[in-house]
Each structure stands twice: as C-alpha cells, then as structure tokens.
C-alpha cells in the first residue's frame, strides 16, 4: 500500500520484526501506516490552530477577535482531542491484537470502510466549522443544543464515529479468531488492554451516535424538538467517553513501550488485568464531573458517581501506577542493568526518544492529569474547577500531555517497526520529548493556577471584556506570560515530532537494528535471572510512595482552596 521501508515477506505474508521479534503480517501493516499517517495530518493541523488559540488567550497578544477565537478553537480542540487521537487509537488496537498475536488483520476491507468513513466525517467537520460565519454557531465538542450548529456538522459528526465503530470490528473479530482458535490461552497483557480499550471505545461511539442522529435529524427539520437536558446527558456518554478512550490506549502503550524499548516484565498479570477490568465497569463514572452544576440530574445520581463508583476506576489506576514502574524496575534487575535502589532507573535508555517519551507520560500523566482528575472527579471539589481555565489544563495534562507523548513515543517506533526506517536528524529527536512534555506540563499548570486562583473562564477570548465581571487580571497576568511562552515552546515541540516522523519516512535511513532488549540473563546485583518474586521494587515502592504523599497534599491544598469561597466569621 505504501513505498515505504524495505521489508520481505514470506509467501502468507509475514516478516520478523527485528524491533520487537514479533511476526508481522502485511494487513495489519498496511492499515497501522494508514491510519497512523492520518493522525500525525491531524496533529499537525491542530498544532497550527494552536498558535493562534495560544497567542489569542495570552492577553497581552490578543490575536484573534471573539467569534474568530471559537472557530480556531474548535479546529483545534477536534482535530487534537478527536482526530489525532483516535485514528492513533484505531493504530495502536490493530498493534496490540494482530501484531502482539502474530495473526493476520481480519477484515481488512472492513479496516479501509472504517478508514474512508472516518477521514470523510473528518474532512466535513473541519470544513463545516470553518465555513461557519453566524455568531455562535461554531461548534466547540459539547455543541450543545438548542444551539444550533451547520447541518454538515453534525452529519460529519455521526459519519466520523460510525467509522470509528466499524474500524474497530477487525480488531475484534482478530481477536475472536484467536480465542476460538486457541481457547485455553490467555491473551497477552497488551492485547487484552486493547481489548477493553475496544470495548470502552465502542460504549462511548454508541452513545455519541444515539446522541447525533437525533440531532442532525433536528437540525434538517426531521425531528421538531431536542429536548436539552437530554442532551448533555446522552453527549457526555461520548464527551467523556473518548478521553476515556485515550486512557486505556495509553496504558496499552505503556506497557508495550516499556516492555520493547526498556526491558520491563508484567510484575504480576493478574493484578494488571484485574485493574483494565476496574475500568471497564467504573472509568466511565468520570463524565459526572461535567455534570455537577446540571438540574437534570439528582443529589444521588452525583454523589454515587462522584465517590463509591469513582473509587474503583481510582484504584485501577493506582494498579497501574506501580505496576508499570515495578515491571520495568522487575526486567531491568533481570537484565543486570543497574543495582542498588535506583540504578534500574538511572541506567534506562534516557536518549532513546520512544523510551523518554513513554516514561515522561507516565510521570507528567500521573502527576498533573491523574492527580488533578480525581480531585475535579469530586462534587465539592468540583466546584472549584468547574467551566474555569483550570479544567482545560486538566485535560492539557491528561491528553496533550500524557496520552500525546505515549503516542509520540509509539510513533518513533512504528518508524522503526512499521516503515523500516531510522530516525532523521537524532539530535532533535532526544530533545523533542523533554521539550515538549516540560513546555506543555508548565502550559498545564498555568491554566489550572489561572482557573483555581484567580478564576478565569474557559471558552473566552478574554477576560479583560466580559462585562459584569471584575477579574484580578494585574495579578494573573505574569501567569499568562508564563503560560503563552510555554504555549508557545509546545507547539514548538510538537512540530518538531512531525519533522522527524515525515523527514524519516521521506529520507531516512533504512533501520536493520537488533532487538533493543536481550533475553535476561543476571540480576542488578550479579548472578542468574531470579523469578520476580525475589526481586527487589524498592525504587518502585519510594517512587509511589512520593506519588501518594503529592495526592494527599493537593487533595488537602484544595479543600482548603474551597474552604475559602465562602468565608463565615
């Protein structure tokens, strides 16, 4: 299908990867080109609507006018939070079942309906938005009615995710095959989470199609009435859904990427796979959250949501929190690859872009995405966080930051292990992750001080001209310097990801690289491969038990944030 690379088949069109080991069939091959190529268009289409989004909320700049403003946003918000991440979610399923499984993909014409169908909604809603000039009516992701938004939107909307729904079939009727094929087998770890990926992804694309049929149906005059409340609650199913979505994909990710790249061992599969079960019952509790102030739902539907159903997506993640730490500290002991308490962690492969972008996903992830969710997941809490500037640097950390550079990072290795090809221009590529991920991790933080300090809208051009306010904006404004210059070195650092990726596909050397991790063959401290149970996850257990301490302490900060909203005395 492509030109790229190099590679041989053999006569039932299989190759050994020489990256992972893995054999590789070309279905599987041709489709993770096709719809990883689509996504990095989108990140760079929404990277460039960045710029202006960026330099029109650093308030000292002022790019854009007000009903500019919303149309770049929204470019930027669909192609960035939707397009770019699921066409690589669609890439990274067909990795983790046919790849990890060594099969063939199965309906591979079914893979290129779902692909056209997918680009063709892309396509439409990117060109309904732009050619959207009546005040109010571009729409940003919660599109919310009655307002009305272009017919084509909506239309693209349903046509976007029906391909979406139908690109994921071949991954499961790959993994169907495989269960009947070899019924008292257990599907890798990797498989098994893009699995429950698959599974997440399809709840939330039924509900964002029992919410967008209706309404495209009411904006061509076929339906009289929408009702609003119905709305935002049938929207969040998706709205929230999808976020979902990239996290499961995520921690796919991690565990392949730390698994190829840094040697890691899965410490314990069972606990592993009982946290993507965790998920599978309780992440999507997560879109109460955006709910909160709405008079369409009850005091006991919040509450449920917010706390006894949240906890058990919380604990899944705390399962991931030091179960990928302590796989990777468990293969690099086996390996030898450093001894004392964190010579595991010292001696990783820092230079390797597809290893520092994996490992800073999952710190910045956890740290500002995953901390900053729970504490916004909470009803009171919420209330400090809702509608401000400080819920856009939530999920800046959660799916600008952390899923964006899991993506990065699996995306210098399919140049490796779906083209054939070495990375252009090396240098770049080892500073690219660290550059980007600390611009945007401080990008992120600046919004949430913004929105939880002072108070700042989402949404808003400005908040310089909203009349009937009063905002402290002297006090703010060294944040907003810091927060655009920061803006600005992201998109820098995103734009240098493309670089390599097309400079690589069109000029990079052929890649006949070794495996980039051996067979284990001592331990840190000397002597032959120990069973994990021996194995010392010392460095793991001080490395969360920091992660812990920072929870408690912002959990604590904003209480006490929200104990200052009405003062008694």
């Known amino acids: 299908m492509f030109g790229f690379g190099t590679f041989s088949y053999d006569d039932e069109g299989y190759r050994d990867c020489s990256v992972t080991g893995l054999q590789i069939h070309k279905s599987a091959e041709d489709m993770v080109k096709l719809f990883g190529l689509t996504a990095i268009v989108a990140l760079l289409i929404g990277g460039i609507f960045a710029i202006f989004v960026a330099l029109t909320r650093w308030e000292l700049v002022g790019l854009l006018a007000p009903a500019d403003f919303y149309t770049f946003l929204s470019i930027h ?112 770890l990797v498989a098994f989470g893009a699995f429950i990926t698959a599974i997440v992804a399809a709840e939330a694309i039924v509900g964002g199609l029992i919410t967008y049929v209706p309404t495209f149906f009411w904006r061509v005059g076929l339906v009289e009435h929408i009702d609003a409340a119905w709305y935002r609650q049938m929207y969040w199913i998706v709205g929230h859904g999808s976020q979902q979505i990239n996290l499961l994909a995520m921690i796919s990710v991690w565990y392949f990427m730390t698994h190829v790249v840094g040697g890691a061992e899965v410490a314990s599969e069972k606990v592993s796979r009982s946290a993507f079960v965790l998920y599978l019952f309780f992440i999507n509790m997560g879109a109460a959250h955006h709910l909160m102030s709405d008079p369409g739902v009850s005091a006991a539907w919040r509450i449920w949501n917010t706390s006894y159903a949240a906890y058990g997506a919380v604990i899944a993640s705390m399962i991931h929190a030091f179960a990928i730490p302590a796989g990777l500290e468990v293969g690099r002991r086996k390996r030898g690859e450093g001894g004392g308490t964190f010579g595991w962690l010292w001696s990783a492969p820092w230079r390797d872009p597809g290893f520092a972008a994996t490992v800073l996903s999952i710190i910045l992830f956890g740290f500002l995405g995953g901390i900053t969710g729970v504490m916004m997941g909470q009803m009171q809490l919420n209330m400090t966080w809702h509608n401000t500037l400080a819920t856009v640097g939530h999920f800046h950390a959660t799916v600008a930051t952390g899923t964006t550079l899991a993506f990065m990072g699996l995306g210098y290795y399919v140049l490796r292990l779906v083209f054939g ?43 310089m001209d909203i009349p009937g306010t009063e905002f402290s904006f002297a006090a703010a404004r060294p944040l907003f310097v810091i927060f655009g210059i920061m803006a600005l070195v992201s998109i820098l650092g995103g734009a240098l990801f493309v670089l390599v990726a097309v400079g690589s596909l069109l000029g990079g050397d052929r890649y006949e690289g070794a495996l980039p991790v051996e067979r284990p063959t001592t331990v840190a401290d000397g002597g032959d491969a120990t069973p994990h149970h021996l194995l010392s996850m010392r460095g793991t257990f001080i490395l969360t038990s920091v992660f812990l301490g920072v929870f408690v302490v912002m959990w604590a900060l904003n209480w006490y944030l929200l104990s200052q909203l009405w003062q008694v005395g």
Do not use: C, D
Not at 115 to 131: E, Q
Not at 168 to 187: C, D, H, M, S, V
Not at 422 to 442: H, K
């Open 77 to 188: 918000a669909w192609n960035l939070l939707i397009f770019w991440m699921i066409f690589m979610e669609i890439a990274v399923l067909y990795v983790g079942g046919p790849y990890v499984l060594g099969r063939p993909l199965s309906l591979p014409r079914v893979a290129k309906v779902g692909y056209v169908l997918m680009l063709g909604g892309a396509v439409l809603i990117n060109v309904a938005i732009w050619l959207t000039k009546q005040p109010n009516q571009a729409p940003l992701l919660t599109s919310y009615a009655p307002l009305p938004s272009s017919p084509w939107f909506y239309l693209g909307v349903v046509v976007f995710l029906t391909g979406a729904l139908v690109a994921a079939l071949p991954f499961l009727a790959t993994i169907w095959r495989e269960k009947r094929e070899n019924p008292g087998q257990t599907l890798p």
């Open 421 to 463: 090809r070495e990375w252009i221009a090396r240098p770049v590529a080892t500073i690219q992750p660290y550059l980007y991920g600390g611009a945007m991790g401080v990008t992120s933080l600046m919004m949430m001080y913004l929105g939880i300090l002072y108070g700042i809208p989402r949404r808003h051009p400005s908040v």
